[in-house]
């Protein structure tokens, strides 16, 4: 029987096998039953190749409870939203990707030396982090076009923890007896066979520490391309993107509290770190019962399809702190220079040092209840490609996630060679990518419906002036029209709002006529 | 933009210190600058310190020449992809570390492109310090006459520091934080850190940065 010794480590439910005379017993004995009975819904799901029970158990309170639960669950449900075409890939073409070198592993070596810190026993740690480097690397070298950035072995470390189990070298026998998808008689654990693509380690105590390296592949594999491409273009535009809609979503529900922290004139990089790696970099530290939170987030990801789920459950931790937020904010006015400076230390102080497991398990219910899977404002905010949109179109072949990816790759060049070209203020950039800015910026609907109004008035203009006769070409209108769009300095656009009123102004006022130069 | 200054009008506390610096490290990924911090803030160390992603910061009161000094240090991510995010933080800062790792020559190297980020991004007036970590290590790569070279060319004062063994870690906070001060006492560089939000950016500074050492 497999026994979930180091789940137990970094699952919340260690106190079971603590004394029963606590005066907090009863309540631990509800919890457990209701734990049970849970586990015992999982398994039967399983069973029954329910995806449909699965993803409603997920996303319901604890997730998938535990790890022995989560590896067969999270794999089933992953592989039935992205499948793996074995015929996709020739086997002569996945041997040679092996062996090329992706241009970040050199990052990836310097995060794995890092990651795992709090596992205590050394054998099981270095095990740990050879699995973790084997995934990201066989990830990266298979798809070269995907970027490494520092938060993804986070990421890839949750999984790891995941689909590592331990066994006690006197259970081997009856291990490799049980049969896969079979519940146990007390419905709490998910008995699974070992695969020939298991790695293990032996302990000093002689337990057995196992992982599945092609299921972990598999899961990471499929979690990536469906949810994590939008951190992995060149720049961190698509995901900055992403960190716009948590102001947005707080507005919505208390725009007051959006107001006093500025969230309109503050970038959101305050979530950075807890976006990128879906909390598992920031809650890591703490104790084991609070790394659970981190699992069930995962859980409800991969059940709701949404990486919606990390934005809300940021924006709903923000109200949740609303008070002492405020209490902090009112404490350190006077400890930083700037307001950037003060909402960035504030929030990050307050949402990680202060947030109780109650308090997050609050969260995530709300979380839950609110079914966040979409937010109509995305639309606006994210590429037309982004992990955010294409879950609608879930499940999907790896083909069609593969060109969303090249499709998104696409679109952040232009991006990045759009800003380059707006960063070089000097050198005279095309009008018609300073209009592109323009209207990407993703400035208030004001400024875009201005630039409508500022633009159906000038082709009227355009037109009334050909019927009355100043052009007898319109062709030629049409160009000193442009040539007067080209001369006019948009630099100050960005700067202030005012501004826009008096270049068109201008504009409309000549418009139509024969350019004089 | 004083809309959140405006709400300060009531709590009325206390100043429990003279005054604030604000100090940025600096430098590629994996040369121990979260260490350095960690080491100084809660003389600690960890061999297998979590990355810092993005950036993040800690808070740290110091006393200089009898003055309470509360030293605010904002701890930057490596990963060159991040460089967009992290120098929106530079602004304003009074102290700048620049941190290599002198068992790796390639963060040595990388000191220039540093210093020149640093340069495009950073107010005029901040300190600039060179720091070597992990001077404990004997695979070392980068000497330390290599090092007093490199601070020399340009003109910024230097330091080797191990933050493992605890070796010159607290003299590189002190070192600039009284270099600060006397910048501030010469030049009366004050009013730049003033309560409005508004701190002027000396975005396109290019003039040398130091006169010290």
């Known amino acids: 029987m497999v026994s979930d010794r180091y789940s137990v480590l970094v699952n919340d439910h260690e106190f079971l096998g603590e004394s029963v005379l606590d005066e907090k017993s009863v309540l631990y004995f509800r919890e457990d039953e209701r734990l049970t009975l849970k586990s015992q819904n999982i398994s039967s799901a399983m069973v029954q190749d329910s995806l449909d029970g699965l993803v409603a158990l997920g996303k319901s309170k604890d997730g998938f409870v535990k790890h022995a639960l989560r590896r067969p669950v999270w794999l089933k449900i992953l592989k039935s939203r992205l499948s793996i075409d074995a015929n996709n890939v020739s086997e002569s073409e996945k041997g040679l990707s092996e062996f090329v070198t992706h241009k970040d592993e050199h990052q990836v070596s310097l995060d794995v030396k890092r990651s795992f810190g709090d596992i205590k026993d050394d054998v099981a740690k270095s095990f740990l982090r050879q699995a973790l480097e084997q995934t990201i690397t066989k990830v990266l070298r298979r798809f070269p076009q995907l970027n490494y950035y520092q938060g993804y072995h986070d990421v890839v470390a949750v999984f790891v923890l995941v689909f590592m189990h331990t066994h006690k070298a006197d259970e081997e026998a009856e291990l490799s007896d049980s049969t896969s998808g079979t519940p146990s008689t007390d419905g709490s654990d998910y008995h699974e066979t070992l695969s020939s693509s298991s790695i293990s380690t032996k302990l000093a105590d002689d337990s057995v520490l196992f992982i599945d390296s092609d299921q972990l592949f598999e899961s990471v594999m499929i979690f990536t391309l469906l949810y994590l491409r939008d951190f992995m273009m060149s720049s961190l535009a698509f995901t900055i993107d992403q960190l716009v809609l948590i102001p947005l979503i707080v507005k919505d529900k208390d725009p007051r ?13 305050f979530a950075l770190s807890s976006v990128l790696t879906l909390f598992s970099h920031d809650l890591r530290p703490q104790s084991n019962e609070s790394l659970s939170i981190v699992f069930q987030i995962f859980d409800l990801v991969i059940s709701s399809n949404s990486m919606m789920v990390p934005l809300t459950v940021y924006s709903n931790l923000l109200l949740a702190k609303k008070d002492d937020l ?16 003060l909402i960035h230390g504030v929030i990050q102080q307050e949402m990680i040092v202060g947030s109780s497991v109650q308090l997050w398990n609050e969260v995530l219910e709300t979380t839950r209840i609110a ?77 875009k419906m201005s630039l409508f109004i500022g633009v159906a008035a000038i082709l009227m203009k355009l037109y009334l002036r050909s019927l009355e006769g100043h052009q007898v070409y319109p062709q030629i209108a049409l160009k000193s029209y442009l040539d007067q769009l080209k001369s006019l300095k948009f630099s100050g656009l960005n700067q202030s709002r005012r501004i826009w009123l008096d270049p068109l102004k201008n504009l409309l006022k000549n418009i139509g006529r024969p350019s004089r130069s | 933009m004083s809309g959140i200054r405006t709400i300060s009008s009531s709590s009325g506390n206390v100043k429990s210190y003279d005054s604030i610096m604000k100090i940025l490290l600096v430098g590629d990924s994996g040369v121990g600058k979260s260490c350095l911090l960690v080491r100084f803030v809660e003389d600690k160390f960890s061999p297998s310190f979590i990355t810092t992603i993005g950036i993040d910061f800690k808070i740290k009161t110091v006393d200089i020449n009898g003055k309470k000094v509360k030293l605010q240090l904002w701890d930057t991510a490596g990963q060159e992809r991040f460089r967009t995010i992290t120098t929106a933080y530079y602004r304003g800062a009074m102290g700048i570390i620049l941190v290599y790792d002198v068992t790796d020559e390639r963060t040595f190297a990388n000191i220039k492109q540093w210093f020149s980020t640093v340069n495009q991004h950073a107010n005029d007036e901040a300190q600039l310090l060179l720091v070597g970590n992990k001077s404990d290590m004997d695979t070392r790569a980068v000497s330390t006459d290599q090092g007093e070279t490199l601070a020399k060319e340009l003109g910024i004062p230097f330091v080797e520091a191990s933050a493992k063994d605890d070796t010159n870690v607290n003299d590189i906070f002190f070192l600039l934080a009284k270099l600060i001060q006397e910048k501030i006492d010469s030049e009366k560089l004050v009013g730049n850190a003033g309560r409005d939000g508004n701190v002027n950016v000396g975005g396109a500074g290019q003039g040398s940065k130091s006169n010290c050492c």
């Open chain 1, 371 to 447: 079914n966040s899977s979409s937010f109509p404002n995305a639309k606006k905010t994210v590429n037309k490609y982004s992990v955010l949109l294409t879950a609608s179109h879930v499940p999907t072949t790896i083909d069609q996630a593969l060109s969303w990816l090249a499709k998104e790759t696409r679109l952040n060049e232009m991006r990045s060679s759009l800003e380059s070209v707006n960063n070089k203020a000097k050198t005279p950039s095309p009008a018609i990518s300073r209009w592109r800015l323009i209207a990407r910026s993703a400035g208030p609907n004001l400024i």
């Open chain 1, 257 to 269: 509290f959006y107001r006093t922290f500025q969230l309109n004139e503050i970038d959101p990089f």
């Open chain 1, 326 to 341: 405020l209490t902090r904010l009112k404490d350190n006015l006077d400890n930083f220079e700037n307001d950037t400076d």
